[in-house]
T-cell receptor
Framework: TQLLEQSPQFLSIQEGENLTVYCNSS?????LQWYRQEPGEGPVLLVT?????EVKKLKRLTFQFGDARKDSSLHITAAQPGDTGLYLC????????FGAGTRLTVKP | NAGVTQTPKFQVLKTGQSMTLQCAQD?????MSWYRQDPGMGLRLIHY???????DQGEVPNGYNVSRSTTEDFPLRLLSAAPSQTSVYFC?????????????FGQGTRLTVV
């Protein structure tokens, strides 16, 4: 059983569409991180959220940390083909654990 | 900036063979860790280290050993390779072991055990 459950597992959309992916857990975290991974590369950090209810924006990406600090979401506005990749959430209390990821494909 | 360097990038082993995956970082980071990535499973933590001389087990430590004799290096040893260890292995480092510190990853080692 994954500590962090991500949904959906796969998402394929057209360029210009909006999308939201989710990261859920039964555990409370002091912070959650979102990473993006491209084929053949290691994950790269997008954002860290640390306060319950926090919203952070990174250009067209909006990240939210749930009030209870058990879940997080990533919303992408007007997706572009360059957004294609594997989106991973990560959190932990003594070490860092990852969800299985959402594999996003944005078609031109 | 080299960052986190993993070697080799690709490796094929026969069942029962042993090998060491190398990981080195040049950022003077305290915290280093090893993950394996399998389809549909995401990244699973194998072992981690909060500083030289200190290591601990993650989610899936069986069949793997680590040591941390220096700050820079954190090798992962497969004692007797099994087909179930076929995976992509990632080494990561971060400045501290606190949860909200950014982790920097190497490019991965793709291991196939036949």
């Amino acid at each position: 059983t994954q500590l962090l459950e991500q949904s959906p597992q796969f998402l394929s959309i057209q360029e210009g569409e909006n999308l939201t992916v989710y990261c859920n857990s039964s555990s409370v975290f002091s912070s959650l991180q979102w990473y993006r991974q491209e084929p053949g590369e290691g994950p790269v950090l997008l954002v860290t959220v640390v306060t319950g209810g926090e919203v952070k924006k990174l250009k067209r990406l909006t990240f939210q940390f749930g009030d209870a600090r058990k879940d997080s979401s990533l919303h992408i506005t007007a997706a572009q083909p360059g957004d294609t990749g594997l989106y991973l959430c990560a959190g932990g209390n003594n070490d860092m654990r990852f969800g299985a990821g959402t594999r996003l494909t944005v078609k031109p | 900036n080299a960052g986190v360097t993993q070697t080799p990038k690709f490796q094929v082993l026969k069942t029962g063979q042993s090998m060491t995956l190398q990981c080195a970082q040049d950022m003077n980071h305290e915290y280093m860790s090893w993950y394996r990535q399998d389809p549909g499973m995401g990244l699973r933590l194998i072992h981690y280290s909060v500083g030289a001389g200190i290591t601990d087990q993650g989610e899936v430590p069986n069949g793997y050993n680590v040591s941390r004799s220096t700050t820079e290096d954190f090798p992962l040893r497969l004692l007797s390779a099994a087909p179930s260890q076929t995976s992509v292995y990632f080494c990561a480092s971060s400045y501290t072991f606190y949860r909200d510190t950014e982790a920097f990853f190497g490019q991965g080692t793709r291991l196939t055990v036949v």
